[in-house]
Structures are given as structure tokens and as C-alpha cells.
């Protein structure tokens, strides 16, 4: 069997090596362990032995190539006279290894993202969420667009800025149908009143200069708020629960505040529905406001100049119109004279 | 310009600095007649000695260990690590050492040192010689990690290296180091901390360490015969990194895949998408993709290894997906 | 005292003793008061203390210069006194304030103080001992005639790190000594039970000069000592200590119960008839150097400096929040 003789790997980083010269010529007889060419790579220079016996055939570069690691450079046979002529092939230019790119080998699994091709449009929209890109939800919301309107009319999810054009391509929204009115739903209901605030303020004032008790003016509210609620609906036996907040800031629930301490009311740390909202617009601008009633009739407090404006916002299934107004009447009585209701 | 390799650029970065500063040695296996196995030092012991170019016996803590102490008395070794693949077996000195000292020590003392190592698969030299390991050491504060993506930026990241007063690692792709790019004769440095635009673009950003910078590169060719155009970046050094000009690109973009060779779970890609993701959220039109290296050892049949490493190809179908806009994960 | 009977120019050298004593008391002051610290809950986290072995330290210490190097361990706090180290700054280091040695941020296991050449102690087991042996590096690189001391104790002797550098050490003849501070227990074990054979063995299979002393006795370590840093500065080093002492604590100032693996009359024997500062002050004032009124004026003296300096350190401030994130990286 022929043995070839191939440009051996002699560096770490090899790629390929350059042929210094033949010390064997074409045809002449090899052993084992005999230097048969001086190879270059690296910078250094070393002999390459032959690992086979027999005669040099079929020299397949010459001295300077620069030869890729692995290839053929020569065989050796049994006998010198299977190739008498000398035949010195030009040596293709050496070329990296394609072991980076290799054209049959498939992409890696995990790192290809699978998913079928985007369908047109899907029969029904979707329903709930809408899957869209952060940046078209944000470029939406700058610009008062609605994505759902997209799934309306049958735009395939999730949506991308491309998908704007589309979305403003519909048109306007049409004007969304009137609530239909229902006769027999609770109505909801406003009350206002106005009171001067000199009682509270100096009542606060006192506290703090004589007592050095430093009272936000709002559990003097809720006090009074839940005293008046009892009054008006004679829940004289049952526990009264009321919410407070600032502005839109809930301070906690609050179990008859009426019967605890004025500094310390009692915390209601359950789930249960208050019975009445109580909000206090005081340390902003706004004097009035009315209030989305949800669960409890809202009361809210607000401040214009000298003056306290007391609004409730309640349904008619919540209060009787005379407990409201009874609910206002006492509750201003009491703000405008704070001391008398305290002690 | 001029073209030379990676190998000659290090040499060459190495050679400068050690004839600038007399305190620069270079001390690991096989350093000095040997010039390493991969050739990249050789000829230093010739020009600067064995005192200054210091073969040691095969014993990286202990090396390690001195380098450190050496680095604190006033002098700038660089370590050679022979294969990245070793770096676990310097962890203690390296990321209980020389991280911590000028932090532990107040600031009074500074651990200059480099270690040079490598990284890369498809050599076909199976799971103990094939890691890329950089993620491990950037999770370490105290240590600056360098990427270069070719000869150019491996002699003027290894300089800068150098003369940073801090331990810093440098990774370089052990496949790259017979790779040839034009490298100006005049001396020059690149900063830490400055990501490389190689490519403009604007449908999508392939951000790229090391040897996936040409990846990324092969990948936007062929997204741009498809009209896709993409921007690639290098960031050079993921620590520190310039999460500015990642941000930038990605704000313009709006889309970006991560491309790095270490494994992808708990890895770079993971790290740079996250910061995408929390500074850029609202600029993103599609996900962030993380490709990196398949979270198996790596095999050493070639048919098995290049399966793990993320090729162009596989880079150019994510994007297109992003950019399609498909649906990268249902809800 | 052998060692001294042999010295003749030692043996008069008053001024050399008495800072000897000073110094052993300095250390003994130090960890009563540091002990104090932590049983009555001022001090952050634990301490390991090295009264008992405050002859090793000193004797070793006061035969190097300022510019000799040395590297400590986790119960370094005789090490760092005998080196040089200020009460005051030491106290705010153990209580992680900013005028600590390392601004608080190393506390009581990573005090450095390179002013006086102690490159930090070191909470890894063997951690510092490649850095020990690098620091002997440089200065053979840079020509300097420094000599490094590695403190560390039996326990240590179990890392492999150490046969590392010191077949490096003996193979480029390094300025080193490796002081092994033999105290009868790796941690809460008997170092019967973790060292095989004899550990001055170990240095000697690399052709290390190895040497067994009374850790206990001031004069002998001294004497030593000195011997061994002239000829490392002549290039015949390595060299390898092995100087057999005793903790009077436990493994930490917590371990308070440890009769489990050590009896209270061993430790007792220790105190009573070993003890090196007691028998170092019984010599001095037997050779009429000192009288017994003087040893105790300078006791007195030193406990005022060591209350005050805790007195200062409780009161210091802790250092601004802002200096979390500064000197993870050196500039």
C-alpha cells in the first residue's frame, strides 16, 4: 500500500506550513526515520521523517509552497517506477480551514428561535390581552391610538411600530354606543356644603401649643364623620368602618373612630367594605370634585380660603336622601364647632 | 497598511510595552525557547531574557499566586495562561486575590497584572480545551475583561491592558491567531471601555464578542442582500462596558441579538440583553435574542462541535424573524 | 534563652530588647483589648487572636527592615503590630471605621499596611503565599535586596499552593522565608491529624534549608531570623521555618468551648511555664537589663495607649456611604 506523505501539523495555530525544500528527490528510495523534507512554520524549521519505506513518488509540491496542514504532499511506494516522470502539480493557494462555516451542518437548535410563519389575519379577535412590541405600546399612548382597534378588525398579533400605519389607516373610533340606562339602577347622587374652617384650625392650634399634640385636622374629621354617619342611619350598636385618604392616597380603614381615641383610632386591618369614604382635597388646589362612587358613599373635603367646601357623593342604594342630608348637616355642625363635639 | 496576525500583533503589543517599562515580565509555561505552544511569544526570550520572559513549571495557582504578589510590589506581569480552559484552577488567586485587594486594602494596593488566555471551540480539542470562560471572571468586580476581535484590537487592547492598574483578562480567539488584519506600524492604544461600531446599520443590532464579531459580521452581509440592514458592535471589554453606545444603537434599531461564544444560560448574551431590556425597553420593537454557546461540554467530534457554537447563518434567520415581526414566544 | 547566649552582640543590645518586650506586649495589649471588643459587642463580625504566639511576630519582625516584605494570615493582628502598624488606625479597622488601615473595608482578617511592607493578611488558608513569593520576585527582578517573610500556620501546610511556590522559590533562588507558625491545631483539629510526616521535611524534598525554633522564645526566633535574612539577601534563599508556639484562644475569639479537642490544663501549662512575654521579662530583669518596676511601667504605659486608642476608634466615624462603590477599581 502507497503511504502519503502529508504537511504534518506542527503548531498549536497551524493552518497550514511552508515547504522549505526536498531532501529526498523524486523516485529515490526512503526508510523509516530518514528526513525527507524541511518544512517551516512558526518561524521555526524543522525535518519531517519519513514514516514509511519505499520510493519517493508523485511529489506533489515544491519548495516554497505554502502547503494547507494535512494535504498530500507526496507518496510513498514499494516501487519507484509507478510514476517514472516527475509531475509537479500547482498547489492550490492556501486557504483557512472551513471548520467556522461548515455548509451541511444544521443550525443549532437552541439557538434558532422556531415559530410558524406570520399568518395574514386570524379569523376571530382575540380576546383580552394584546401582544404588542414596548415601543409601539409607548409611540400608541403618545399618540392616543387604540392597538385593540387593530385586533378589531383582524390584524394578527403581536404588534410592532410597522403596525401603526395600519392602526391609523382605520380611521377614527367610531363613538361608542350610550350606556343604556337602566330605570331601576341606583342613581348617584352629589350633595355640597360649606363651613368655616376657624373652628378646626384653631382647634389644632390649641392642641399643639397647649397639649404639644401635633393632630392632622383629618382624624378630627373622621371622628366627626363617623359620629354623624351613625347619627343619621342609627347604627348606634353596630361597628362603623370609614376609609380615609389624602388626595388619592389611602391612610388605612378605621373602626369607630367616634368611641377611640382621637389620636389613636382604631386600625381595621380586615377586607370589609367601609361604610363611608372620607377625602381630604385640603393640601391641594382643588376646592370641589366629585367622586366615581364605587363600594361607600365618598365625602370628600376641600378648602377654599377660609372656608371648608364638604361634598358626599353617594347611590340611592347606599343612603336614603335624608341620612345624607342629615350625614351633612351634623357633620358641618360639627366641623364649624369643633370643641363643643370633642370634650 | 501593513496586514499581520493576531499572534504577531500580541507579540508585537508585548515586545513595545516591555521596552517602555523594564517592571513588565512575562512569566507561564512554556513561555521563553518555546514562545507558547500556539507560537505567540516567540522571539521575546531572545531580545529580553529569561528573566523577563520566565518559563515555570506546570503549576498555574502557584504562578498565578506570584504574579500577584509581584503585581503588588511594583512590577506588571502578564500570565499566560496556556488555554483558557485553566483559569479554574487559578480562581483563588485570581478572584480572592487580585480582585479584592485595592478594594479590601482601602485603595492602597494596586494588583497591575494581565492575564493573557483564550478562548474559542471548533479547534476540534474537545471539552477541557475548548471554553470560553470570560463570563466567570467579568462576574467578578475588581476584574476588567477584554474581547479582542482581531489583530488590530488584540495589540492595542493587550497595551492598554498593560498599563491599566488593575488585573485585567484578556481572552483572546485561539482560532484568530493565524488571522491577518492591517495593523499600523505607529504605536497606538484602544481604550477599555469604548464598544466598536464595525457596521452600520439600521433594522436591527448584532452586538458581538470576540470571535462572534465576524459571525455577526457574515450574518449582516447576508441580511443585507435581503434589504435587512444591521449594525454591528464590539464592545471590545465587557467590563468595563460602554452600555451607551449598546443603548444607542438599540434605541435607533429597536431590535438586537447578543452573539458570544461563552454558554448562553447565566452568560454574557444574558447579561447584555438584560441591560437592553431595562434601559432600552421602550425602544425595543421585538425581543432580545441571546445566542451564545450550546449549554453542553464541548464534544469533541467535529460533527457534534460546530452544532454549538452560533454560526452566521443561524444569526441571520433570528433577525430576520425580528425584523419580520413574527411571534418570538405566545403568550 | 540559648540563642542569646550565643549572640554576645545581641545580648547587649538593650535598646534592641526592650523594644522586643515593647512590642510583645504591644501585641498582647492589642488582642486583650480586641477581645474585649467582641465579647461585649462593639466590634462587627469575629477575630481570630494571637496572644501565645507573639514571639514568632516580633522575633521575626525586628530582624527585618521597613522595606522587607511581609504576608500574614487570618490571625494577623500580631504580624501587623510587629511590623510597624499604629494602635489607632488598627482599632478602626477592626471596627470598620474610615480611618482604618483599609477604610473599613477590610476589617480584622485584611488589614494591610504597606507603609511598613505588610502586604495584608489574608482569609484564605495559604492564600498569601504566592503572594509572598512574587513579592520576593520582584525584588530579585527589580534588584532590590528585600526579603519577603510568609506567615502562615500548620493548617496551611495542607494547601498545595505552598509546594507550588516554593519549588518556584527554590528554583529561582527567591528571597524568600516561609515562617510556618506551628500552634498545634489546624482550626479545631490537632495537626497530628492533618500533617503526614514532618512538615520541615516538605521544603527540605526541594532542596529548602529548613529550620525547627522555640516559637516561644523572642531570642532565638530573633536570632534566626537574622541569620536567614542576611543570606537572603545575599541570593541563598529560600528558606523554611518551622516555630512551634500555642494560641491561648480558640480557633476565634467565638470559640469558647473547646474542650473537645483541647484540654484547659494544656492550655494552662502553656500559660503558666511558656508564656514569651513573662519568660522574655524574667531574662531581661535576671541579666539586670531591665528592673521588674520598669517592665511594669512599660505595661502600664502601653494598656494607656491601647484604651485610648479604642476609646478613639469607638468614637471615629464610619466611613460616608458613598465609598461603597469606590476602590473596586484602581484609577
Known sequence: MPHDVIMPALGMAQDTGKLVSWLKQQGEAVAIGDPIMEVETDKTTMEVEAQASGFLIRIAAKAGDDVPVGQVVAVIAKTADSEAVTKVEPVPAASPPADREPIEIKTPADTLVKTPARQVATPTPPKGRVLASPKVRRLALEQGLDLARLAEHGVSQPYHVADLVTLKALGPAEALPAPKTDPTAPAAMHIAARVLASGCDELVAWMASDGEVHLAPRLIWLRFATAALREATGRHEDPIVVETSKIREVDGRFVDADRSSLSRPGIENGDCVPALVLRDFTASPIVSITAPVADAPVLTIGRERDDYLISLDYRTCQLEEGQAIDLVTDFAARLGEPLGHIV | MREITLSQAVNEALAEEMRRDETVFIIGEDVADAGTPFKVLSGLVEEFGTTRVVDTPIAEPGFMGIAVGAAMTGTRPVVDLMFGDFIFLVMDQLCNQAAKTHYMSGGKLNVPLVLRTNLGATRRSAAQHSQSLHALVAHIPGLKVALPSSAYEAKGLMKTAIRDNNPVVIFEDKLMYQEKAPVPEEEFLIPFGQANVTREGTDITLIATSSMVQVAEKAAVILATEGISAEVIDPRTIVPLDEETLLNSVKKTSRAIVIDEGHQSYGVTSELASRLNEKAFYHLDAPVLRMGAMDVPVPFSPALEDLTVPIPEAVAANARRLVAGELIHAA | ?331
Not at chain 3, 81 to 87: I, L, M, S, T
Not at chain 3, 281 to 296: M, N, P
Open chain 3, 1 to 331: 534563652m540559648n540563642a542569646a547566649k550565643n549572640s554576645d552582640s545581641a545580648k547587649h543590645n538593650t535598646e534592641g530588647y526592650l523594644r522586643m518586650y515593647r512590642q510583645m506586649v504591644r501585641i498582647r495589649s492589642f488582642e486583650d483589648n480586641a477581645n474585649q471588643l467582641y465579647l461585649s459587642a462593639k466590634m462587627p463580625g469575629l477575630t481570630h487572636m494571637y496572644s501565645g504566639e507573639e514571639a514568632v511576630a516580633v522575633g521575626i519582625c525586628e530582624a527585618l527592615r521597613v522595606t522587607d516584605k511581609i504576608t500574614s494570615t487570618h490571625r494577623g493582628h500580631g504580624h501587623c503590630v510587629a511590623k510597624g502598624a499604629d494602635f489607632q488606625e488598627m482599632f478602626c479597622e477592626l471596627l470598620g471605621k474610615e480611618e482604618g488601615y483599609c477604610r473599613g473595608k477590610g476589617g480584622s482578617m485584611h488589614i494591610a499596611d504597606q507603609s511598613n511592607g505588610n502586604l495584608g493578611a489574608n482569609a484564605i488558608v495559604g492564600g498569601s503565599m504566592g503572594i509572598a513569593t512574587g513579592a520576593a520576585f520582584t525584588a530579585k527582578l527589580l534588584g532590590k535586596d528585600e526579603v519577603t517573610v510568609c506567615f502562615f500556620g500548620d493548617g496551611a501546610t495542607a494547601q498545595g499552593l505552598l509546594y507550588e511556590v516554593m519549588n518556584m522559590a527554590a528554583l529561582w533562588n527567591l528571597p524568600v522565608i516561609y515562617a510556618c507558625e506551628n500552634n498545634g491545631y489546624s482550626e479545631y483539629t490537632r495537626t497530628e491529624e492533618i500533617a503526614a510526616g514532618s512538615i520541615t521535611a516538605r521544603a527540605k524534598a526541594f532542596g529548602i534549608e529548613a529550620h525547627t525554633v522555640d516559637g516561644q522564645d523572642v531570642l532565638a526566633v530573633n536570632a534566626l531570623t537574622r541569620q536567614l535574612v542576611d543570606r537572603c539577601r545575599k541570593g541563598e534563599g529560600p528558606f523554611f521555618m518551622e516555630l512551634m508556639t500555642y494560641r491561648y484562644h480558640g480557633h476565634h475569639v467565638g470559640d469558647i468551648n473547646r474542650e473537645y479537642y483541647r484540654s484547659k490544663d494544656e492550655e494552662k501549662q502553656w500559660r503558666d511555664n511558656k508564656d514569651p512575654i513573662t519568660t522574655f521579662g524574667r531574662y531581661l530583669t535576671k541579666e539586670g537589663i531591665v528592673t521588674s518596676d520598669e517592665l511594669d511601667a512599660i505595661q502600664a504605659e502601653i494598656k494607656t495607649d491601647a484604651s485610648k486608642a479604642v476609646e478613639y476608634a469607638l468614637n471615629a466615624k464610619y466611613p460616608d456611604s458613598s465609598e461603597v462603590d469606590m476602590h473596586v477599581f484602581a484609577t
